[in-house]
């Protein structure tokens, strides 16, 4: 284990000015190349206690912009137009950097290191994915992903294309199905 020095929050790990014992692959391969931590040693504690005011102020100048952002973008929804199965499974699956894409188009500028998806998205529908504005500060953004913008129109309305879909196909069968019996009773006679 390697102890460093956070040099901002890191989620699930410590705020700022910590010291926390990390692996050293976590260390060397993300905290430390970010500018998220740096090693823990004499001279980096005193330089760190020495900028720490400043640090500091920063740090809060960029949560104060994140925040400002977050107010503005609120609600904020993105389309994703994709080919899609009968059932909505897609022929592939929305990426952060699909997201982030959408999110430029409608005038958040973001990397994909700051869409926080959990998982890919495989399926027609709406879905909440996190933004991570700040290290202290998510917008939450409604990703609605359709086969066509009139579909979205309709998701977003809250239409239940599933369902709507289903009727649609239940009532062709019961027109297939009451067609058969014509055929099958005039051709009795």
Known sequence: MIEVILMQRVDKLGQMGELVKVRPGYARNFLLPQGKAIRANKDNLARFERERAQLEAQNLKRREEAERVAERMDGLSVVIIRQAGESGGLYGSVS???IADACKEAGLVISRSQV??????KTLGLTQVRVALHPEVDLP???NVARSPEEAEKQARGEDLQAQQQAEQ???EAELAAELSELGSASEQ
């Open 96 to 98: 952060v950097r699909d």
């Open 116 to 121: 926080v998806l959990e998982q890919p998205i």
């Open 141 to 143: 953004v409604t990703v």
């Open 170 to 172: 239940e009532s062709l």
